[in-house]
């Protein structure tokens, strides 16, 4: 019978070299606070998240003029959209839902980053129910016009003489109660 020897090939111990500790950057996550050693691709070991520090971006030098946009108008029409919507106390989702558009589009317009088309302005006046002359206005203008409107109406006229009579508390607890009864709100005793 022929024996059989049972070879034991001989093991070979395969060692990673590693740099010392010493060598070693220690790093301190900023998203799980983990503390480990610098990693080859750069990412927590926990988390996955990039161990580098990001520097900020330089900021941008200041503008002593205006952007060109807002010398143009092209703010006017965002600004009067805006303050209409506020003052018909609208949210952008019903003036967009009145107009039949996305509400991104009007905050789109609100923020200069669009300017409407002429269709789209005969569409905004309408859903705000102005004319479309009073979006193409300058602010002081569409003020001054709404202010002689309101100082047209002889039931207001008549307050005014009495407000300013009233000190600053009573001007406040006063403008209060109008407000609260232009909301609709009743108040309870």
């Given at each position: 019978m022929r024996s059989l020897l049972w070879v034991r090939p001989q093991l070979q111990l395969m060692a990673t070299m590693m740099a010392s500790v010493e060598q070693r950057e220690v790093l301190r996550c900023d998203h799980c606070s983990l503390v480990q050693f610098r990693t080859a691709n750069a990412l927590c070991r926990r988390c996955h998240k990039c161990l580098e520090v990001e520097l900020p971006a330089p900021e941008p030098a200041l503008e002593l003029v205006p952007a060109p946009s807002e010398q143009e108008g092209g703010i006017q029409v965002a600004t009067a959209?805006?303050?209409l919507r506020h003052v018909r106390n609208?949210?952008?989702?019903?003036?967009?839902?009145r107009m039949g558009v996305p509400r991104t589009y009007i905050s789109k317009i609100e923020n200069g980053k669009a300017m409407p088309t002429l269709s789209s302005?005969?569409?905004?006046?309408?859903?705000?129910?102005v004319d479309i002359a009073s979006l193409l206005r300058d602010a002081n203008t569409r003020h001054r016009d709404e202010t002689a409107v309101l100082t047209a109406d002889p039931f207001l006229a008549e307050i005014a003489a009495y407000t300013s009579q009233l000190d600053a508390v009573q001007r406040s607890i006063f403008l209060n109660h109008v407000r609260e009864l232009a909301a609709g709100r009743r108040r309870t005793a």
């Open positions: 959209v805006r303050d609208l949210s952008q989702r019903q003036l967009a839902a302005l005969d569409r905004l006046a309408r859903a705000l129910k």
